[in-house]
């Protein structure tokens, strides 16, 4: 009899589970959250890659019947948008194999997620969530914070998106108005503003896999970010940490507590953490695998990846504690400096070229339209690098700098 697995908001990198699991003999069904594919996400979805596909419009009893009717091994959200839906769903057909139910919305939203970090006593930045601009003003003022640098952002948002960064003594008000009441790129309404103090230290990645409340590390790994006027999410590059590393052991026991206080119990989880003076700081926690290519360059540097283990987890009950580096491996992302249309998108091919080459991922071709990178989203597409010496790969990385530096986007 055919087994089935149900893959939630399968986007970007996740629609490499429908592979790992037909490779076990089950059949991925996809189901989006959604009436239809969100936008922000189109490249990225591939619908050919599941047996079938459903649309939830609603009505949650008869999305259960559908789920039901194929008897699923496992129900794995791809993304942010499907944590809260996945969550009912397996509290409602598999009961007490998931996470903490009640604190579902913390592993969402940025502002309950907030809460819940500060009520465990963890330490955290100060923030609040309002849409009332008189409120921020006071909070800033109680908090001690006139004249230092703030962040403004989406709650219910992902991948950078309409995050900005207020300068020391620059007004926040024009952000705050901008943001409040527009849509953001999960097609959600920003009804409150995020405010927060700014986290200055380097960014971190801590990437989990949990099987019933066993928390098992599967990667940690240091951001490279620059910004564009208040844009500060532009992504870099990113590479690996050995797990031998004191930043590693540290932000790995940071993670887990924070993991704890949301109700993460099974799967994955994406922690976006600062390194400050003062200590680790929570940016987010996403109750999700890692997207983009992560999943990929994590196989090559570890050997392992998140979807891997969720694959032995679910059929075959099996845990891993930690990870091992293989290599060293650096993802890196390419930008656009402008929007426009890209004229040679092949010279990108030279990539190929390069001794610390394995993967270069881009959905552009010569003639299309491309943004200005401002974040994840508007991404021209990324290069992995991995070889036998980090200095191979530092060489490496300088040259896809310069074949980026090469291409033509005309105004």
Known sequence: MQRHVILVDPYSGAA?????FRERGIEPVAVLSTPGPLDSYRRTWAPDSFLRTHFFDGDFGDLVATVK???????????????????????????????????SEARR???????????????????????????????????????????????????????????????WRPYFDRLLGSVNRFDIRNDTVLVQEFADGAEYIVDTYSVDGAFGVVSVSRYSKSAKNDRIGIYDALDYLSPQDPVARELAAYTRRVAEAVGVRNGSTHTEIVLTDEGPRLIEIAARLAGSCLQYSARLATGDSQIDRTVRHCLDGAFTPGYDILRPVRVVWLSSPRAGTLRNAEALRAAEGLETFHRLGTPYASGDPVPCTEDLFTSLGWV????????????????????????????
């Open 16 to 20: 490499e589970y429908a592979k790992a």
């Open 69 to 103: 009717s194929y008897d699923p091994v496992a129900v794995v959200p791809g993304n942010e948008s499907a944590v809260m839906l996945v969550d009912r769903l397996v509290a409602e057909l598999m009961p007490g194999s998931g996470n903490v139910l009640e604190l």
């Open 109 to 171: 939203d940025k502002w309950p997620m907030a809460r819940a970090v500060a009520e465990a006593g963890i330490p955290h930045l100060r923030q609040i969530a309002t849409a009332d601009p008189r409120e921020v003003a006071a909070w800033i003022t109680d908090s001690g914070l006139e004249g230092r640098p703030l962040v403004l952002k989406p709650r219910r948002s992902g991948g950078t998106d309409d995050v900005h960064k207020v300068a020391a003594g620059e007004d």
């Open 384 to 411: 992995i690098l991995g070889g036998r010496s980090q200095e191979a790969v530092d060489a490496d990385t300088a040259r896809v700098k310069e074949i980026e530096a090469q291409l033509i986007v005309e105004p």
